[in-house]
Every structure is written in structure tokens, then in C-alpha cells.
């Protein structure tokens, strides 16, 4: 699935209303008639008041579509129109005139505070205020209702968007937005349901496909690709019948000081969990033992430092390399990670400290080799790129720094987006109960297992943080999120393999 800008969604209305023959008020008919399914599957004639509150534009229209097609299917319904100007548009218009047809009740004409009608906390409230067409930002006593509606206990259900939402621009004020429960949404999600300062407002969506013109939007560069399961399913390369271990690489695992060797052992256990044939662990000599211990599989190479890496050199060819995850920042190491960078060829993972690291001698990016991953959290990304405005600016920040050293960068979070050049994957898996130390060392080993086998690294980077998310839905369905660890994600891979391909599809995460 991909996200489209409200103006190509402008721009695919106009498209499909021209090839399809159809008008406007049809298109509108189409998409009210789906929301108006969407409920009437949930709610099966229940009698609960359902307030409908309608602005002016189209996303008004739509909202009487629902409630015309509501009461006809003798709902108890209360339909509002939100009367913030008078320019009211043509499908507007057409829908208040139906829904005079079938209900005897006008919708109720709001133009004050004074109009604010009381709503129970097992009400409905359906939110067709401002869709993708809000050109400011709500204010007076729009906003006063927004925010009377968002103090309610009632449920909501936004159309498109929730009022007081940009599709894909910056927030004005987040006091503005209504709160919404659950969003239908039109043809595609919008790009403010996955970034973290807009994401809350719609924590979770269905996708109504309206049959906007499918050859214009194939043609059109999304503004992100949403990775999901069907996506996920493409990306798997099945495994050969007659090959070995070494067909499926040799991944170094650059890890570890006193004190964080847990970080070595996680990220190999993942390498190995994710299919890769041989992992070797580089840690400082005080985590020879524990490496052996605690992971036999994995064969162990050690720093002549006991502590910390001071020399990064390998006796053999690895495949893949990940690097960073829990080394320090001693000077030391930093001296051994810019040699290393300036002479590595494969692939390569670079996380935690060794981002510090680059962010604190910014010189040292020129020797990163190109297609190298990055995996920075919020806060190592602004320490890497300098501080933004808003999510949009962090994106087009970050797109700017993959460009400009020819590098992926993912950026983790609730929806961790994966930045190559100008392109943009959302990804949908994984949980809350995901945000636990070493959640990212795992991370950092998926990635560099899928290198290993010969995954190219934007698609071990986009299927890796797909499988480690999936992996960490299907432990939390165990475990909870509280108790969830990072070794419980490892664990999990395997089971999110199977599930790639045995199970069902299921409702995934905000869809
Ligand atoms: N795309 C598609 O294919 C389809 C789209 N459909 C639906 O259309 C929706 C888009 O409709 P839309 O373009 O009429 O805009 P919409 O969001 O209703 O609001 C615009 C009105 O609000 C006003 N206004 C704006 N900001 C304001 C503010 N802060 N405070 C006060 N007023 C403000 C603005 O007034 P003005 O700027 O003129 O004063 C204008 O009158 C879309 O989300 C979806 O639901 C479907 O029906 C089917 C197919
Ligand atoms: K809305």
C-alpha cells in the first residue's frame, strides 16, 4: 500500500470522476455508503446515539451521506452541521437536501458554543468536521467544539481524517485535533497517521478503497510505501535445497565493552535466528567466555584490549558487518572504528554507540562505505542530522543526509520509517512492549543476517525491521507488553517466519 499527498488524492478525484463517467456526488456516495457499512457492521442496529457532526465541504458531505443512509436503516441518529462559513460546496449542498428526504428532524445548524449539544459517554460521535481539505487551523468556537468533543467519553469515528489533522503538513496546534478512536479513511492512510506528533490522533484506521483511478496512482511517486505483511511476503527468498552455511554468509558481530556484552550476544543470536550460516562475535577479551557460554554456535574473536575494542581487524572475509552495539565512546575505540571504516568493502550495520561516535566526528561520514545502514533512534538521529523543525522536516532532513552520503537510514520508532535517497517505507509491525533494552542489538543482528544472505541492504533493512516488529507482535501476544524482553523478540523470529506464510492474514496494526 502507499501514501498519496492530499493533492494527489485531489488530483485522482478528478481523474476517476473523468474515465469513470461518474459525478462527484456518485464518488461521494461511494465512499459515505462504505463508512456507513463499516458501522452498520459493528453497531447491528443498536440503538445507541450516533451524533454526526458536519462541516461545510465535502468531508460534511460525506458525513450526511452516513446519516442519511443511517436513519434509513433506523438508526438513532443526530445529525449536526458545523456552520463555520457559508460557502458551502455543491456535494454538501446535494447530501442536505437527501437527508431532508429521509428524516423529518433537520440536521441541527451549530454556529456558537450555545449549540454544543450533550453527549453521553456510550454515544457515538462520527467526526466529519474537515477531511484532507483543513486550510488552516481550526479556531474560535470550532475549536471549542473540537475540544468538547475530544473531553467526551464517547466513542470516536473519524471520516478521512480527523478534523483539525493536515494529510502531510505540520501540525499547528495540537489543542485543534480531534481524537479519534478509529479513522476510515479514504484510498489510502495519510502520512499524518504514521509520525510521531500526529500519529496519536489516529492510533488506528481502516483503509476504504473508494476506486480512485488505479492507473493514475501507479503512476504517481508516493510519498512513502507502506510495508506490511503482503509486502513482507515478496520480500522472502525461500532457501535452495542443495546448499550449506556458507551460502548464507558470514556475519561479524562488532559488540561489547565490560559491562555490555549482552549487546554481542543478542545481536549474534539474532544473525543466527534470522538464517545467517556463520556469525562471528568481535568483542573486547572479557567477553570471550560469555560469548562462548552463552551462544556455542556463534565462533568468537577477541580484542587484545580486555575492556573495550581497540582494533577492529578480522582473519577473515565476513559477508555482513554490524557494528556499534554497546562498544563506548573511548577514544580508543573511536580511533579503531574510523580505521575500520575507512578500509571496510561489505555491508554494513552501523547502530548505537558507533552512531554517537560518527555524530561526535562528523569528519569520519565521508569513509562510510555507500548502502550502509544506519538504525538511529530519535535521539541518535538528532544528534546525527541536528535538531528539526517537526516530523516532516526530521524526513526531509534525513533524506537529505541519505543522499548526501549515499546511506539508509532507518529511523526507528512506534512506525519505524526507512529513508533510501528520496524514498520513504513506513512500517507497520511491532509494539510498545518493543521499547526494551537490546530490542535494537537484535534489530541491528536481523539486519546483518539478511546481508549475509545476500538480501540487498534496502530489503534487509525494510524486511528485517518487518520480521523484528512481527516477531515482537507474536511474543507480546504471549507475554504481554510489560514483561516483553528482547530476548523474547529473538525467540519470536522463527515464529514470525511461519507466520509470513502459514497463517491467515490478519488485521495488522492501525489497519
Ligand atoms: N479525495 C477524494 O477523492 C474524495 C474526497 N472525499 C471527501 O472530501 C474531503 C475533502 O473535501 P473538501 O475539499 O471539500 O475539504 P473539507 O476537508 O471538507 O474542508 C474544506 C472546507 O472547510 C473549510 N475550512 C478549512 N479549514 C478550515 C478551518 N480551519 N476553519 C474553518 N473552515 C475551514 C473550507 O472553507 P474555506 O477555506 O473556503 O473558508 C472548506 O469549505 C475528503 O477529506 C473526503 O472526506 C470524498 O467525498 C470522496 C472522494
Ligand atoms: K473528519
Request: charged share 20%; glycine share 8%.
Amino acid at each position: 500500500m502507499k501514501i498519496f499527498s492530499a493533492e494527489q488524492l485531489y488530483e485522482a478525484d478528478k481523474i476517476t470522476l473523468e474515465k469513470q463517467q461518474i459525478t462527484s456526488a456518485e464518488l461521494m456516495e461511494r465512499a459515505g455508503e462504505q463508512v456507513f457499512q463499516w458501522l452498520h457492521q459493528r453497531l447491528n442496529a443498536a440503538q445507541v446515539p450516533i451524533h454526526i457532526f458536519c462541516g461545510i465541504g465535502n468531508n460534511g458531505g460525506d458525513g450526511l451521506v452516513v446519516g442519511r443512509l443511517l436513519i434509513q436503516h433506523g438508526y438513532n441518529v443526530h445529525t449536526y452541521v458545523v456552520n463555520c462559513s457559508d460557502k458551502r460546496s455543491k456535494n454538501f449542498l446535494i447530501n442536505y437536501d437527501k437527508i431532508k428526504n429521509v428524516s423529518k428532524k433537520w440536521p441541527a445548524l451549530m454556529k456558537s458554543e450555545a449549540d454544543f449539544p450533550q453527549i453521553n459517554s456510550e454515544d457515538i460521535i462520527v467526526d466529519a468536521i474537515f477531511g484532507i481539505g483543513l486550510n488552516r487551523c481550526p479556531d474560535g468556537w470550532v475549536k471549542k467544539l473540537i475540544q468538547y468533543l475530544n473531553e467526551s467519553n464517547a466513542y470516536k469515528l473519524a471520516i478521512d481524517i480527523p478534523s483539525g489533522l493536515y494529510a502531510n503538513m505540520p501540525l499547528d496546534n495540537a489543542e485543534a485535533v480531534l481524537k479519534a478512536n478509529f479513522t476510515v479513511t479514504f484510498q489510502t492512510p495519510k502520512m499524518a497517521f504514521f509520525l510521531p506528533e500526529t500519529a496519536k490522533f489516529a492510533p488506528n484506521f481502516d483503509v476504504i478503497d473508494i476506486g480512485l483511478d488505479e492507473s493514475y496512482l501507479n503512476s504517481e511517486e508516493p510519498l512513502a510505501q507502506i510495508i506490511s505483511k503482503p509486502q513482507a511476503q515478496k520480500f522472502y527468498k525461500p532457501r535452495e535445497k542443495f546448499t550449506h552455511k556458507n551460502t548464507y554468509g558470514h556475519v561479524a558481530i562488532v559488540a561489547g565493552s565490560y559491562g555490555k556484552m549482552g549487546a554481542a550476544v543478542l545481536s549474534s543470536t539474532a544473525a543466527f535466528r534470522v538464517g545467517a550460516g556463520l556469525v562471528t562475535a568481535y568483542v573486547p577479551k572479557c567477553g570471550y567466555q560469555i560469548l562462548q557460554n552463552s551462544l556455542p554456535e556463534a565462533m568468537v574473536v577477541s580484542d587484545k584490549n580486555e575492556t573495550i575494542l581497540s582494533e577492529i581487524k578480522f582473519d577473515f572475509e565476513p559477508n555482513s558487518i554490524a557494528i556499534g552495539m554497546g562498544i563506548g565512546k573511548d577514544e580508543i575505540t573511536v580511533s579503531a572504528l574510523k580505521h575500520f571504516l575507512s578500509e571496510v568493502k561489505v555491508p554494513l550495520i552501523i547502530d548505537a554507540d558507533s552512531l554517537n561516535i560518527l555524530s561526535e566526528n562528523k569528519k569520519l561520514l565521508k569513509h562510510i562505505p555507500k548502502n550502509a545502514v544506519l538504525t538511529p533512534h530519535p535521539g541518535e538521529l538528532k544528534r546525527l542530522i541536528g535538531p528539526w523543525k517537526n516530523d516532516y522536516d526530521k524526513l526531509e532532513k534525513t533524506k537529505k543526509f541519505s543522499n548526501k552520503h549515499k546511506v539508509i537510514v532507518l529511523i526507528k520508532g512506534s512506525y519505524s520509517i526507512t529513508v533510501y535517497g528520496d524514498k520513504l517505507y513506513v512500517n507497520t509491525s511491532g509494539n510498545p512492549g518493543m521499547a526494551t533494552a537490546g530490542s535494537g542489538d537484535a534489530l541491528s543482528g536481523v539486519i546483518a543476517g539478511l546481508l549475509s544472505q545476500n538480501y540487498d541492504p534496502l530489503l534487509a533493512t525494510v524486511f528485517g525491521v518487518y520480521l523484528h516488529g512481527l516477531a515482537g507482535d507474536i511474543a507480546a501476544q504471549d507475554l504481554g507488553y510489560e514483561a516483553l524482553m528482547a530476548g523474547d523478540i529473538i525467540d519470536a523470529i522463527s515464529q514470525a517466519y511461519l507466520e509470513l506464510f502459514t497463517k491467515p492474514e490478519e488485521e495488522e496494526k492501525g489497519q
